[in-house]
């Protein structure tokens, strides 16, 4: 079983920066993809940012040229970077592993923004 611990989450003003790390239990390398959802209230999961097991990164438009995901394949984590924040990115951040069909999940990560 995949365990994935985030961290970095808080309160921060519009405009601020924030970043969130994930620490996986596995190596992820060998995985078909990495990456962050977030969960606003009252809406739907959305992909935030992927990365595949080849290197190829996808963004939410939403989050495009404000955002960064990166990998560290020796030491299993995945980070987010997220500057220009906006209060629309107010959400509950998971992270998330995709391997052999299946989607593993960490608890989440609160991320508010607001003045």
């Known amino acids: 079983q995949v365990q994935l611990v985030e961290s970095g989450g808080g309160l921060v003003q519009p405009g601020g920066s924030l970043r969130l790390s994930c620490a996986a239990s596995?190596?992820?390398?060998?995985?078909?993809?990495v990456g962050w959802y977030r969960q606003a209230p009252g809406k739907q999961r959305e992909l935030v940012a992927v990365?595949?097991?080849?290197?190829?990164?996808n963004y939410a438009d939403s989050v495009k040229g404000r955002f960064t995901v990166s990998r560290d394949t020796a030491k299993n984590t995945v980070a987010l970077q997220m500057n220009g924040l906006k209060p629309e990115d107010t959400a509950v951040y998971y992270c998330?592993?995709?391997?052999?069909?299946?989607?593993?999940w960490g608890q989440g990560t609160q991320v508010t923004v607001s003045s």
């Open positions: 990365i595949s097991r080849l290197g190829v990164i």
């Open positions: 998330n592993v995709q391997r052999g069909g299946y989607d593993s």
């Open positions: 596995i190596n992820i390398a060998s995985v078909n993809a």
